[in-house]
């Protein structure tokens, strides 16, 4: 009877620990669809990872390697169901795997030190020590995890580390992992007090490690956070200051227009009566080409749009390119750096691809929309020859390509990191830049 009883009862924890590291995967990451943790695998895989370690601890004491069994089993339900990065998946699969070894080999070996017993004793006898030791394991790994979960809400964003700072930050666990699994062989072997003290003492050791690497990442994540609100400050002073510089120029052109305006009706009325009719079209021609300088291409609720796409297209005018501007878009839920980054790469890559080209008619055709799930962007411009079939990767054309060649990357970057996409393509003599931005 007390056989069964224990049983059920390291089943029932094998259940327990298969919620908890599989609920931490989805906290962390969050679902792909928003859905509840009940309704996005997450119970399916939670049951997929019980069964795994019970099985796992019918046929052995402690998993060692074979604990990868249990991060796969999380990492599949990361890919298939939850947000993030590669990296972070990868973070969010190791990470709660190796919190729940090294609590179990140091609540084990600190046992076996504090009941005065050998290691196997508190791993296979169903006894009060191993009682003990089991309900401390799950306490202690439940509260590690909650506690981080609670950290990295502080920031609630999602984490703006390279992916360079996760490879490293998920090594250290990496490495942590295969060092506990190693001193945790040494230490089912018939040690002696003192070494088993010191193994203690190195469990704890890694623990403290492992706790200053999971303050780097809120820390690094924290700073990086102010680094990028920072630079948006800077982005939108600069930008707000070419929208002011462009507003106080239509300004001052509207006053000379008004200023002059009388005389310049007075001079074409003299070239009409003189029949000096070239004269009097050139001069209106003049006036035209004063006006459309510093013409307003498009006015939206967004400050950097405005003062992004008119100073833009203001100096494509300026090199004789033809513009046309549409936009039914409020860009609300868009970060302003990335529309920064977004509109000036698309807008300098089509005024340097009409430049270069040896058209007659050179165009730029922007146009925004939106509906209820996604916000577009498409550009056009006119080419002479196909740009696909000569640079299908297209790579920057300019002489020094240390400085350039990274606005098609940040394209497809922004495009990524707002679950859209980016195509290129080229129909009808234009060479075209869809964006998607899902809301």
Request: glycine letters at 4%; proline letters at 0%.
């Amino acid at each position: 009877m007390i056989t069964i009883i224990w049983e059920i009862f390291e089943i029932a924890v094998n259940f327990y620990q298969g919620y908890l590291l599989t609920y931490f995967a989805y906290d962390f990451l969050g679902d792909k669809d928003s859905k509840k943790f009940t309704k996005s695998s997450g119970i399916l895989y939670s049951n997929m990872l019980a069964l795994a370690i019970t099985i796992l601890n019918h046929f052995m004491l402690f998993e060692n390697f074979y604990s990868l069994i249990y991060i796969a089993i999380i990492f599949c339900y990361s890919v298939q169901r939850l947000n993030g990065r590669t990296f972070e998946k990868i973070f969010a699969s190791v990470f709660p795997n190796l919190v729940m070894g090294v609590v179990s080999v140091l609540t084990s070996n600190f046992a076996a030190v504090l009941f005065n017993t050998d290691l196997y004793t508190i791993l296979s006898e169903k006894n009060f020590e191993r009682f003990i030791v089991i309900i401390s394991t799950q306490l202690l790994l439940g509260y590690c995890l909650i506690i981080f979960l609670r950290l990295m809400r502080v920031r609630k964003k999602r984490s703006t580390l390279a992916s360079c700072e996760w490879i490293l930050i998920s090594l250290t666990f990496i490495v942590s992992i295969i060092i506990c699994t190693f001193m945790n062989m040494i230490a089912l072997n018939d040690v002696s007090d003192s070494v088993r003290k010191y193994i203690v003492l190195m469990f704890l050791g890694i623990i403290f490690i492992n706790i200053v690497v999971c303050y780097l990442v809120i820390d690094l994540g924290r700073k990086s956070e102010a680094m990028r609100e920072n630079e948006i400050l800077k982005v939108q002073q600069e930008y707000n200051r070419q929208y002011i510089k462009n507003a106080n120029m239509e300004y001052d052109t509207i006053r000379k227009i008004r200023h002059d305006f009388k005389d310049s009706l007075n001079v074409v009325h003299t070239l009409i009566a003189e029949q000096k009719s070239d004269s009097a079209g050139k001069y209106i021609e003049g006036i035209i080409d004063t006006l459309n300088g510093t013409e307003i291409f498009i006015r939206t609720n967004n400050d950097i749009v405005n003062a992004v796409v008119n100073a833009k297209l203001s100096a494509a005018k300026s090199f004789g390119i033809d513009v046309i501007c549409l936009s039914s878009a409020n860009f609300d839920g868009i970060d302003d750096l990335d529309l920064c980054r977004l509109l000036s790469n698309m807008l300098e890559n089509a005024i340097t691809a009409c430049m270069n080209s040896n058209s007659d008619k050179k165009q730029i055709y922007l146009k925004f929309s939106s509906d209820n799930y996604n916000y577009t962007f498409n550009l056009k411009n006119t080419i002479d020859k196909s740009v696909i079939s000569q640079n299908p990767m297209l790579n920057t054309t300019k002489n020094n390509k240390d400085e350039h060649g990274y606005g098609t990357k940040i394209i497809k970057d922004i495009a990524e990191k707002y679950k859209g996409r980016c195509d290129f393509y080229e129909e009808s003599g234009y060479f075209c830049c869809n964006v998607i931005l899902r809301k």
